[in-house]
């Protein structure tokens, strides 16, 4: 199936040239959390563990360490109905012995999405708050679905 085009997203989110990456929306890094304690996924539900938000020194600067962190991007974004959408990491990230875990973004999906980073590299890494980590590539379905998400992160991290 057809990936949106970098003019096709122009025209879509209504965004500049600078927002976009050859093959999606730039996705930026707004905010760090460690996990805290265990969460749970039962057949009925789910129980998420507790965050611990990480500041950034005075430069603006995250200094991660090796580890599992949430991330939540600075972008607000709106999923087409007839779309999901994928979050790759940028390959710098990598280069420098970190990634950017992805799960689907349905259709329908509203938010400011959030991914989970690892950082492999022993000696750890630094981002500045606000540098691009990702791009959200949109694929488009093979026809129109009533599977619209509006699950337990519809409108999450929106303010
Ligand atoms: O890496 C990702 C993948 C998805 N999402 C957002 C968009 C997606 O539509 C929503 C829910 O994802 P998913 O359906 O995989 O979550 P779930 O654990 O199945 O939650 P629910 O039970 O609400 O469907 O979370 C992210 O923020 N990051």
Known sequence: MPVLSPETLMKLFNVKEEDLDCGGLKL???????????GKISKESKTLPTYQEIQTNENNEYILGPGAYKIRYRELVKVPNNAIALALPRSTLLRMGATIYTAVWDPGYEGRGEGLMVVFNK??????????????????????????????YYRENIY
């Open 123 to 152: 000696d750890g890494i630094i981002i500045e708050r606000g540098s691009q980590i990702a791009q959200l590539i949109f694929i488009t379905l093979d026809r129109p679905t009533s599977f619209i998400y509006r699950g337990a």
């Open 28 to 38: 930026h890094l707004d905010k760090v959390f460690v996990p805290m304690g265990m």
